[in-house]
C-alpha cells in the first residue's frame, strides 16, 4: 500500500484547542483568544507594579515640600506599568479574528484597540507561510504569519501567533 496522496486531496493541520473555525457563505473565519497562563503571572506583577508606584507617589506627595527628583524620576515606570498593565488585559479580553473570503483577507484584533488590524486583497498574495523568529537565550521563539505577493515582497499578516501549531493551522 502506497503511502502517496491522491492528486485532488489536501492536507490540513489539525485545529488547535480554542481555535473556532467557521465556515459560512464562502467566508471561512478563523478565531482565537489571546490568554494564555503567563497573563495570570502578567496580572500579579502589574499589581505589584502599579502598588509599588502608588506607595512611592503616596510617600512623596505626603511630604510638606517633595523633591521633585522624587515625582519626576519614576514617570517613566508609570508609562512602563500602563503599558504593562494594558497589554496584559487585552491578553485576557482581546481575540483575533482572520476571515477569508469575498476576494480579501481581512484580521482584526479586539474588542481592545491593538495594532495589526488588516485587509488585504487576496490578489495580493501569492503564498501564507509561517515564519518563526528565535529569541534571546531564555525565551521561546515566536511564530508569525507571512504572505508573499506577487512582486516577491514579505507582508506580515499576524505577529505573535500564540503557538506553532496555531500558525500552522491558519496556513493550511
Known amino acids: 500500500m502506497s503511502n502517496a496522496h491522491p492528486p485532488n ?3 490540513h493541520a489539525p485545529r488547535p484547542e ?14 482565537y483568544r489571546w490568554f ?20 512611592w ?24 506599568g500602563i503599558g504593562l498593565t494594558y497589554s496584559t488585559i487585552a491578553g485576557f479580553v ?7 473570503g469575498q476576494g480579501r483577507v481581512s484580521i482584526w484584533h ?6 495589526g488590524i488588516k485587509h488585504v486583497p487576496t490578489s495580493e498574495i501569492r503564498q501564507v507561510y509561517r515564519e518563526q523568529t528565535l529569541g534571546s537565550r531564555n525565551s521561546s521563539p515566536s ?13 506580515k499578516l499576524v505577529r505573535n501567533v500564540r503557538s506553532a501549531e496555531l500558525a500552522l493551522f491558519i496556513e493550511s
Open 9 to 11: 486531496s489536501s492536507l
Open 57 to 80: 507617589y503616596r510617600t512623596a506627595l505626603s511630604t510638606p515640600a517633595p523633591t521633585s527628583i522624587f515625582v519626576w524620576f519614576p514617570l517613566l515606570h508609570v508609562a512602563v
Open 18 to 31: 480554542g481555535v473556532r473555525l467557521q465556515e459560512t457563505e464562502g467566508i471561512r473565519l478563523i478565531e
Open 110 to 115: 479586539g474588542p481592545l484597540p491593538w495594532w
Open 94 to 100: 482581546n481575540r483575533t479574528e482572520i476571515r477569508i
Open 143 to 155: 511564530s508569525h504569519l507571512s504572505a508573499l505577493t506577487p512582486d516577491k515582497r514579505q507582508l
Open 36 to 55: 494564555r497562563p503567563m497573563h495570570l503571572y502578567m496580572l500579579a506583577f502589574c499589581a505589584l507594579w502599579g502598588g509599588f508606584l502608588v506607595f
